[in-house]
C-alpha cells in the first residue's frame, strides 16, 4: 500500500503506519493522520472509519454550535501530586527548622528554586486532576478554553482564518526515554501554523478532535497548497 502525506506529500514508509488503528504519522512534517477512508481494505473488519471518542471527553451539540469538552485527569497527574506531596513536605520541614532553630540566611535561601518548582509542579499537579479544556466550535469562530485553573493556550480563531486542520507528534527525548505527545494544529489561510490543543497522550486523542470538527464546519481533509512539496 502506498500512502502520502496529506500535509506534505510525503511518501510515508511502512515502519510509519499502523494498519490495525489506520493511523499513519509523517517522518517529514510529523503530521499524524488517519487513513481508513483511503484504504477501506486496510481496515480490520468491523472498525469504524471515525475515530472512536476517547475516554474524558464529551461532544454536545449546543444552539450555537459545537461544544468538545475533555478532561485532563491522568495517572500521571495522580502520580505528580504524590510527588509534590513529598517534594513540599520536605521544604516545609526545612523551612520550619531554618526558621524555629534560627538557621543561617543561606538555609532560607538556598532552596527558593526547589520553592518555585514545588508551586509550578504542584499547581500542574492540580490542574491535571480539576481541569477540562472546551473546544466550541460555530460558523463564526472556533474557541479552546482551558478551565477551572487558569492555564496557557486559551484561543479564539475566526472560522473563517481556519483552511485546514491537523495533527502533529512531537518526541521528546528525556531521561527516562523518549516521550511522545500528540497536538492538535490549524493551517491558517496565510500558510501560518497555530497550535489549538497540545500535549494529548495518544494520536487517538487529537485524530477525534480533527474529525469532530472538520466534520463539523464542512472542512474536506486535504492536501494542504503551499505546503505541497515535490515527492
Ligand atoms: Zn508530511
Aim: some cysteine; aromatic content about 10%; glycine content about 10%.
Amino acid at each position: 500500500m502506498k500512502l502520502n502525506c496529506p500535509h506534505c506529500s510525503w511518501t510515508i514508509p511502512a515502519e510509519n503506519i499502523n494498519i490495525q488503528t489506520a493511523i499513519a504519522k509523517c517522518g517529514s512534517c510529523s503530521a499524524v493522520f488517519g487513513f481508513a477512508d483511503k484504504a477501506p481494505g486496510a481496515v480490520p473488519f468491523g472498525s469504524k472509519r471515525a475515530v472512536e471518542m476517547p475516554k474524558g471527553y464529551s461532544v454536545d451539540h449546543v444552539g450555537t454550535g459545537l461544544e468538545i469538552t475533555r478532561r485532563w485527569r491522568s495517572w500521571k497527574y495522580l502520580a505528580l501530586l504524590g510527588f509534590c506531596i513529598f517534594w513540599d513536605g520536605f521544604l516545609v520541614v526545612w523551612y520550619f527548622i531554618a526558621f524555629t532553630k534560627g538557621g543561617p540566611l543561606v538555609m532560607k535561601l538556598f532552596p527558593i528554586l526547589h520553592v518555585a518548582a514545588g508551586v509550578a509542579l504542584t499547581y500542574t499537579a492540580i490542574a491535571g486532576l480539576l481541569n477540562r479544556t472546551r473546544i466550541t466550535v460555530n460558523t463564526a469562530e472556533v474557541g479552546i478554553k482551558h478551565f477551572p485553573l487558569p492555564w496557557l493556550g486559551n484561543r479564539l480563531v475566526m472560522r473563517q482564518e481556519i483552511d485546514q486542520l491537523f495533527c502533529e507528534e512531537k518526541i521528546r527525548h528525556g531521561k527516562n526515554g523518549v516521550h511522545y505527545s500528540y497536538n492538535l494544529s490549524a493551517v491558517l489561510r496565510d500558510g501560518k501554523r497555530l497550535k489549538l490543543v497540545s500535549g494529548l497522550d495518544t494520536p487517538e486523542k487529537a485524530l477525534f478532535l480533527e474529525q469532530q470538527i472538520e466534520g463539523y464546519l464542512g472542512i474536506a481533509d486535504r492536501p494542504v497548497a503551499g505546503e505541497m512539496r515535490p515527492v
